[in-house]
């Protein structure tokens, strides 16, 4: 499956969009709209760059999803992606969230895995509770 518009635009809103390059509240270099492979202090990109960077990662994303095998309907598919993309394939795969989507896709307790996964640090970000509930919602949204 490949990301549809709505992930990409979830994604684009709760990264934001940094020509500079930035320490992120976990403390890793990123610039653009989250990308953090090569991030040098400093680094500054064009907007272009960024959606390029933006497509890689995206395209990464993808492919972590789609190597589960999963029976994922598209928003569901969208939703897994952005999840991807910020906490990253080893978390994923290690994930209890992805335990209980290759039991049962539709499971409801899906819903407390996605909120599972707010803290930076150990500290809860505001910002990570508002883009699981948004990954939590687009995920079931077509139930």
Known sequence: MKASEKAYSLIRQSEGLRLT???????????????????????????????????QD?????????????????????????FVFNIGGGNFRKSTLLMKVKVNPDDNSIMDEFLRWVYAKGKVLPGLQKRRLAEMKLYFSEK
Do not use: K
């Open 21 to 55: 390059a930035y320490r992120c509240p976990a403390g890793v270099w990123t610039v653009g709209y989250g990308h953090t492979a090569g991030v040098v202090p400093g680094m500054g990109i064009s907007l272009e760059q960024a959606e390029a960077f933006l497509r």
């Open 58 to 82: 995206i395209e990464t994303a993808e492919g972590i999803v789609n190597a589960e095998h999963l029976n994922l309907r598209q928003c569901q598919f969208d939703a897994l992606v952005s």
